[in-house]
């Protein structure tokens, strides 16, 4: 079968050369062959470095012209243009000004060009990208965190919305963008989730039944 | 930063952090791999000559281990301080910028580990010196060795010595290193527990 060498792994001649430190991960694809499949490490990092297809959160620094310059935590600004969004065109231009939240895709990510995103999925449709509204909160977390809160049925997530209502944006970043009622309820959110990095289940489970009880 | 440890062999410690793959400045960017720097700030006072010196040595360990191809035109940037020197500080060094280098996630095809050799008048061989004998000794040797086959990386030696002592002193330091090894898999795995 085919194997597959996904992050932390590279190819060395003939052999496998492991680059980061992490546990070793397993997939096992759907023919079920003895050696195919998928493997890679899960190593924990601060630092974010861009992959095509990955959904961030970037946040505007500058206009040159016909493109937005992003900043979204890599060693490089990625640029993102004015036509990318959806349903924009020369004369109905998006309205993006400097300091706005942008959630959008890489369509180029690699370690030789400038990355480049988009606010559109290949149909043209946005599916849930674009320009983030006002209010909320942005805060930055592990990249480990963001990757366990976006796995199926996370618990933390569902505990949490059993709090309070409110609406979550994950970057792959590392970034967060949270918005509740009130101020106080989105900044006991941003604090539950940071420090559940940290947490035991158990633990978080007593700290969510603190706050439901008041 | 990155990344910020502390391993300490005795009473020497040396605190580790790491920034990268990160912008670079017009001037230092390398068009095919990372620029990485490398800091270090002594306990007390300015950075001098001998702090440039040992600046280069673990620049130029830690470019022979880290896969900078991957991040073009990025800089790394590694700064160590100085906490406490008691002896064998540029092995704790080392040490300290492996550590970061591990704990940051930037990718490397090996690891290293720094050991001090010293001799003493007599001839004997002493790992891990402290500064009283540092002192006393005819000469000393640090060993930067690799994880993978425990190739020696960087050697550089205060003193004389002859050709045999410096192998003697090798074989002492390649033992010495795999308990190095395992302390680092030890920290290693105590991390990734808690998660």
């Given at each position: 079968g085919r194997l597959l060498c996904g992050p932390g792994l590279r190819r060395s001649g003939t052999g496998l050369l492991v680059t980061k430190c992490g546990l070793l991960r397993h997939r096992q694809a759907g023919?079920?062959?003895?050696?195919?499949g998928a493997y890679w490490v899960d190593s924990q990092q601060k630092r974010y470095v861009p992959v095509k297809g990955d959904h961030v959160i970037g946040i505007v620094t500058a206009k040159a012209g016909d493109v937005f310059k992003l900043d979204?935590?890599?060693?490089e600004q990625a640029s993102l243009s004015?036509?990318?969004?959806?349903?924009?065109?020369k004369r109905n231009r998006p309205n993006v000004q400097v300091g706005d939240l942008v959630y959008g895709q890489f369509l180029v990510a690699n370690k030789d060009m400038e990355p480049e995103m988009v606010c559109i999925d290949s149909h043209g449709r946005s599916s849930g990208m674009g320009i983030i509204g006002q209010d909320g909160f942005l805060f930055k977390v592990s990249l480990g965190l963001i990757r366990k809160l976006l796995a199926p049925k996370c618990e933390i997530i569902q505990e949490l919305s059993q709090l309070y209502p409110f609406e979550l944006v994950l970057g792959m970043n590392g970034r967060i963008w949270v918005k509740a009622k009130t101020v106080q309820q989105t900044l006991i959110i941003v604090n539950i989730l940071e420090a559940c990095e940290y947490m035991t289940a158990e633990q978080r489970r007593q700290v969510l039944a603190k706050f439901s009880g008041n | 930063p990155r990344s910020a440890l502390s391993p300490s062999p005795g009473d020497t410690s040396v605190l580790a952090g790491l920034y990268g793959p990160a912008e670079v400045k017009g001037s230092k960017e390398l068009p095919d791999r990372a620029a990485l720097e490398v800091l270090l700030r002594p306990k007390v006072g300015l950075p001098g000559v001998v702090e440039r010196s040992r600046e280069q040595l673990l620049r130029q360990t830690c470019e022979a281990v880290v896969l900078g191809a991957l991040h073009p035109r990025t800089a790394i940037t590694l700064v160590l301080q100085v906490l406490?020197?008691?002896?064998s500080l540029l092995s704790c060094c080392l040490n300290a910028a492996c550590m970061g280098l591990l704990d940051a996630g930037l990718p490397l095809s090996s690891l290293f580990c720094g050991v001090t050799c010293a001799l003493d008048p007599d001839g004997a061989i002493v790992l891990d010196p402290t500064t009283q004998q540092e002192q006393e000794a005819r000469a000393i040797l640090t060993f930067a060795i690799?994880?993978?086959?425990?190739?020696?990386?960087m050697t550089t030696t205060k003193g004389s010595c002859s050709v045999e002592e410096m192998q003697q002193c090798l074989a002492a330091a390649q033992r010495a290193a795999d308990t190095i090894f395992q302390f680092y898999r030890d920290s290693v795995r105590r991390k990734y527990s808690k998660s």
């Open positions: 023919g079920a062959a003895p050696a195919s979204v935590g890599g060693s004015y036509l990318a969004f959806e349903g924009a065109t | 406490s020197d008691a002896g690799d994880s993978a086959e425990r190739k020696v990386l």
